[in-house]
């Protein structure tokens, strides 16, 4: 694995004017057969002699959009798979959207294999070496996830030190997965090596994500429900005191909007007001936690006037909470510089478009 | 500040508390326990709740996830409609510190429990 990342120009010397950071965008393999190099020789047989073809899909949608789950302008020609090479990515999103730095979450979720963790955890490290020789060590301009099997999570530890070590690493993915608790202590040796290493966690729903009435009959009400996940999971992270434990932990919830996060507070403030004495462990108000530990996305974006996104700010009680993101290359993307509403002052587009995200990632 | 002779010392026994008026105010008297005299404002500041028709309860702490402590130390008054817990000697609200009823000076002279406000 290469240690010397492209690494100009330093992101921090950007013009705060001009710079966006993206913080969900979404790279993608032609085929699995592109980790092959980066397999052991028996895992290696799975894919090129026994037929494993790639992560199972578990939800049964098709997604009705235009170009399906793609953004319509944005699907290649022919056979070639969207965003799976970085002159894609470039061409479609560093410079046709303006995006100064986009940070790779990929489309891999092997935390949500069910079973079979040994092969899982093969393709977490041949991934991890891919995305990093595939796309971080030829675009200065991108940062990267480990990619890591959660529910062993003393494996996932040590993956999460061995990929570290390559400096355009900026955080760990973890899917929002809906049958595991994350802020169960069995998991924390994740949180503690992203910790240590000065990483970020990202939660981000996928195929795996089920809602409380598990797969609705359509797309558009799975897909509406995807919120619902995610604040599961916080809510098990804070209450299970996983903040408390680590002060300077920064989770990145990802692909579920922003305008959730005030009730989301006023509701575990007000349920820990009368239940604290069940979680003592957890020293703060909810919402506190989440002001100092928990950073949400823009996408996708409610569409919401100027007042009342002002108004959401200030009910947040932050201007530093909301990062951009586009969800590249996916149906439902947005556009990194059209997306929030006209006329917010300048000071706070730039920190959504780029100062929060640089106080967030320890590591950019 | 006046101070106000309530009752009997001997009326309130460890673990006891009881509601008092002094000059129009609702107080509620209690002794934790340990044996520490502490009195609050019987109002809880959320909804209005009398802290008297609720619970005094001793303290839970823990630093660790599953692990409790009961402090023999503290204690709580835990308001009887949503559960907020308020420190007896402070007043403040465990939970959220922003919240908080008034706390009164309590002693005892000569047998009997004495407030001042």
């Known amino acids: 694995m290469s240690t010397e990342a492209l690494r100009v120009p330093n992101i921090r010397d950007a013009d705060p004017r001009t710079a966006v950071i993206d913080v969900d965008v979404h790279e993608q393999f032609q085929s699995v057969k592109e980790l092959l190099p980066y397999l052991d020789d028996h895992w290696k047989r799975y894919i090129d002699q026994y037929g494993w073809a790639g992560m199972p899909k578990e939800s049964p949608y098709g997604v009705p959009s235009t170009g399906g789950n793609t953004r319509l302008d944005w699907r290649p020609q022919g056979d070639q798979m969207r965003a799976s090479t970085v002159d894609l990515l470039r061409q479609q999103l560093l410079e046709g959207e303006g995006v100064s730095l986009a940070i790779l979450n990929g489309l891999f979720h092997v935390s949500s294999l069910s079973g079979w963790y040994e092969f899982a955890g093969a393709l977490a490290g041949a991934y991890n070496d891919w995305q990093i020789e595939h796309w971080l060590d030829k675009e200065p301009r991108l940062r990267g996830s480990v990619h890591v099997v959660a529910h062993v999570p003393e494996s996932a530890a040590r993956e999460i030190d061995r990929v570290a070590a390559h400096p355009s690493i900026v955080q760990v993915f973890l899917p929002t997965v809906t049958d595991r608790q994350y802020g169960d202590p069995f998991y924390r040796p994740i949180f503690e090596a992203a910790a240590r290493n000065d990483l970020v966690v990202a939660l981000h729903h996928g195929s795996e994500t089920r809602t409380v009435l598990g797969y609705p009959r359509y797309f558009v009400e799975w897909h509406s429900a995807i919120p619902h996940a995610n604040q599961a999971q916080l809510t098990s992270l804070i209450f299970n005191g996983v903040f408390d434990s680590l002060p300077e932990l920064k989770v990145v919830v990802l692909e579920t909007g922003v305008t959730w996060v005030p009730h989301y507070m006023w509701r575990l403030d007000q349920q820990y007001r009368g239940l604290r004495l069940e979680v003592p462990w957890v020293k703060r108000l909810p919402s506190e936690h989440f002001r100092s530990n928990i950073r949400v996305a823009t996408q996708p974006f409610d569409e919401i006037s100027r007042v009342h996104f002002e108004q959401l700010i200030d009910m947040m009680g932050s201007d530093e909470l909301i990062m951009i993101s586009t969800d590249y290359p996916h149906f439902d993307a947005d556009s990194p510089t059209k997306n929030l509403p006209a006329g917010l002052a300048d000071d706070l587009v730039q920190k959504i478009r780029y100062f929060n995200a640089l106080a967030t990632y320890p590591r950019l | ?117």
């Open chain 2, 1 to 117: 500040m006046t101070k106000h002779a309530l009752f009997s010392e001997s009326e309130l026994a460890p673990g006891e508390f009881r509601r008092v008026d002094v000059d129009g105010i609702g107080i509620v008297v209690l002794r934790t326990q340990a044996g520490a005299l502490c009195a609050l404002r019987d109002v809880c500041p959320h909804q209005g709740a009398r802290l008297s028709n609720g619970r005094l309860e001793a303290a839970v702490d823990g630093d660790d996830v599953g692990h409790y402590e009961l402090l023999a130390d503290r204690a709580v008054m835990r308001c009887p409609w949503h559960g907020y817990e308020f420190d007896v000697f402070t007043g403040l609200c465990v939970a959220d510190p922003t919240e908080r009823v008034r706390a009164y000076p309590v002693g005892v002279e000569d047998g009997v429990v004495t407030l001042e406000r």
